[in-house]
Structures are given as structure tokens and as C-alpha cells.
């Protein structure tokens, strides 16, 4: 465990290690799981042709403005510990049923649409979440040290998402994507 966490890299304090790599890899897998999901909405949004991507845009703001003060009501009255897993598990549950839905039916304009903005919308608050719960867990000294060191795992994640994509697409095709995204 020493070398994982050489002194030039990051002064990880003993007790801190679990934390730190559950962190990194957290992270990391979210940021991969995005990388493979932002292709998807992409190519949700060559079915409305890029002359529409404005309503697509209105779309997501509209909704990021319906849910944001919802968001709100719910983190203000749950705890960080209950209102992280509930908002990856939404995320898991929205890509699964998003993966029902879209089976042979990628050219539908409601589908592609809806998908689009449900990403575009969730995918703020993942981040903003993410870090949230860096917050509430590490101090402020240990986030001087300790922050770099996990957002290298988004780093690894904003590689390895698109390698994976690129990679597997073929094989998994869109479905498969979003499954691998969701595990």
C-alpha cells in the first residue's frame, strides 16, 4: 500500500488509505460510466438532425430548471450518506429503463429526445454530488492533500470511458453500452 501512495504523489495518512482509494475509484468509475453514456446522448441527437439541436438544448435547460429546486428540497432534508446512493441508483435505474426503451427503437424522436435531456440534466448533479460527499467527508487539511489525488481517478475515468467505448461498441452495440455504463 506504500507504493501506491509514494510522498511525491500524495501524503496519505495511514487511516486515510481506504477512503482515498475508495474515492479515486469511485470517481473514476463515474467518470468512465459518462464517457460511455455522453456518446449515446450524442447519438440520440443525429435522429433530430443538427438544424434541432437548439430544442434539445431549451429541453435540457428546462429541465435542469424544473429539477434543480427539487434536487434541492430533497438534499436539504436527506442525509449525504442516503441522498448519494439514491442518486446513483436513479441514475442506474433511468439508464435501465432508457436501455428497455430504446431496443429497436433508437429513430424515435420522444425516446432519443427524452434521453438526451435526462442525461444532459443528471449529469450535473453527479458531479456536484460526487464531490459534495468529498466534502463531507474529508477536512478541509485533507483535501489540500488528498484531492488531487482522487480527482486523478476522474482523469484515468475520461480515458478509459471513451477506450472502452470505442473498444466494445461493436460487440455490445448501443444497448450493451448503456449496460456496461450502468454496471
Known sequence: MDRLFPSWLARVERHERRAVVLACLCNLVLYASYYILRPVRDTMATVFGSGELQNLFTGTFIATMIASPIFAVIASRVKIRHLVPGVFWFLILGILLFDLVLKDRTDNLWIAGSYYVWFSTINLFLVSVFWSLMVDTFTAAQATRLFGFIAFGQEIGAILGPVLTRTL?????????LLLAAA
Do not use: R
Open 169 to 177: 461498441v461493436k460487440y455490445l452495440q448501443l444497448g450493451g453500452l
